[in-house]
T-cell receptor, first 112, second 112 residues
């Protein structure tokens, strides 16, 4: 069965610092992987996705993630954090039954 | 144009009442979902419909009954509301297995 583990429920960085949000998955089939962002009192917005092809995927707002099959990881990074990046981030894997399984989420705080 | 729209955005009701949440998508997607997000932000799938047919039912109490009159609509009816039903409910839709899900803005249900 597929599952997603996000290491660190809270991450705090300084404005301008590197953002690294960790995601590990388990999947019995080639995974489709997603990162979503949720701003307060809003729905989920897609940041980026990996389906097939290039393992380094670029998303919106300067975020990118690298699919590493050997490490079963799909960590999200951004070179320089901005105050507006403060939000909840969710990693997700799609199962063979077309079900989207989410990690527990990581709250990113950005301080001046 | 809102891709996935839910109504109402907020719903406050007493225990024991029956309430419905409506969801509509104008993306032409075949698959729609209901997710529940608890107070710790954990997202759990409840139901999935594909072209009006129930595909996934994740051991949700039978007080919850989804209804899909057509593939653009997936409504959620909840009978005999309980305090534990308080959460944010998200509707989502997707075109296929390797595509992202689009989420509505959520319905914050508070049972008092």
């Amino acid at each position: 069965a597929q599952s997603v583990t996000q290491l660190g429920s809270h991450v705090s960085v300084s404005e301008g610092a590197l953002v690294l949000l960790r995601c590990n998955y388990s999947s019995s089939v080639p995974p489709y992987l997603f990162w979503y962002v949720q701003y307060p009192n809003q729905g989920l917005q897609l940041l980026l996705k990996y389906t097939t092809g290039a393992t380094l995927v670029k998303g919106i707002n300067g975020f990118e993630a690298e699919f590493k099959k050997s490490e079963t990881s799909f960590h999200l990074t951004k070179p320089s954090a901005h105050m507006s990046d403060a939000a909840e981030y969710f990693c997700a894997v799609r199962t063979e039954h077309n079900k989207l399984i989410f990690g527990a989420g990581t709250r990113l705080a950005v301080h001046p | 144009d809102t891709a996935v729209s839910q109504t109402p955005k907020y719903l406050v009701t007493q225990m024991g009442n029956d309430k419905s949440i409506k969801c509509e998508q104008n993306l032409g997607h075949d698959t729609m979902y209901w997710y529940k997000q608890d107070s710790k932000k954990f997202l759990k799938i409840m139901f999935s419909y594909n072209n009006k047919e129930l595909i996934i039912n994740e051991t949700v109490p039978n007080r919850f009954s989804p209804k899909s009159p057509d593939k653009a609509h997936l409504n959620l009816h909840i009978n005999s509301l309980e305090l534990g039903d308080s959460a944010v409910y998200f509707c989502a839709s997707t075109a296929g297995p390797n595509t992202e899900a689009f989420f509505g803005q959520g319905t914050r249900l508070t049972v008092v």
